[in-house]
C-alpha cells in the first residue's frame, strides 16, 4: 500500500489539529459509514509510530497507517486530497 498525502490536504490538517512541524498523525479503522470497506471508515489523531505499515510526510506531517490497521486496506493504495467544493479532505482509494 502506497499513502500519498497532497499539501493542500496536510495544510488543512495542520490547521484542524493546531499542529507544528513534527507532528505525527494516525490513520485509523474504525466503525462508521464511507469508507473502503461497508460498516468501517477512517478516523485521524495524534499519535506516535509503533509498527507502521505506511507514511507519508507533507508539510511537516507525518501521516501513518499501523500494521493493525493494515487489512483495511486489501491491497489499495490511498490519496487523501482535498475536495475543492465542500472544502475538506478527500480520502482516494486506488
Known sequence: M???VTAK???????EF?????TYLRLFV?????GLIPGFSLGISRD???NVFASDR???????VEDADAWYF???NLTIQMDEKEQEPAFIYE
Not at 474504525?30 to 464511507?34: I, K, L
Not at 507533507?58 to 501513518?64: H, L, M, R
Open 2 to 4: 502506497k499513502l500519498n
Open 9 to 15: 490536504a496536510a495544510k488543512w490538517y495542520k490547521e
Open 18 to 22: 493546531n499542529t507544528g512541524k513534527d
Open 30 to 34: 474504525r466503525y462508521g459509514f464511507g
Open 48 to 50: 506516535t509510530p509503533d
Open 58 to 64: 507533507a508539510d511537516g506531517i507525518t501521516f501513518f
Open 74 to 76: 486489501d491491497g489499495h
